[in-house]
Nanobody, 115 residues
Framework: QVQFVESGGGLVQAGGSLRLSCTASGVTFSTNVFGWYRQAPGKEREFVALIRRLGSTDYADSVKGRFTISRDNAKNTVYLQMNSLKPEDTAVYYC?????????WGQGTQVTVSS
């Protein structure tokens, strides 16, 4: 059974930083591509970042230069370092495979950025 558990969200002022963690189980971690996604109130879930098996990454234009995705294969964990946060980054953040599987969404972690 595939499961993703996200953590690390919280309330932060604009310009601040947070680091999200996502622990995966039920998948062969080292061979998979993982993504972070987010869903703001009243909006559809959107892609944020992905990390491939060997560590190459891609980012949505809206977060490029501010967010960094990384992975620790020994801990089955994917991270999202978020710097220079903006109020428009407020959302529930999720991790999943990339491309995502609808059955694998976890509870997510709430990030709220105050202005």
């Amino acid at each position: 059974q595939v499961q993703f558990v996200e953590s690390g969200g919280g309330l932060v002022q604009a310009g601040g930083s947070l680091r999200l963690s996502c622990t995966a189980s039920g998948v062969t971690f080292s061979t998979n591509v993982f993504g972070w996604y987010r869903q703001a109130p009243g909006k559809e879930r959107e892609f944020v970042a992905l990390i491939r098996r060997l560590g190459s990454t891609d980012y949505a234009d809206s977060v490029k230069g501010r967010f960094t995705i990384s992975r620790d294969n020994a801990k089955n964990t994917v991270y999202l370092q978020m710097n220079s946060l903006k109020p428009e980054d407020t959302a529930v953040y999720y991790c999943n495979l990339y491309p995502y599987f609808n059955n694998y969404w976890g509870q997510g972690t709430q990030v709220t950025v105050s202005s």
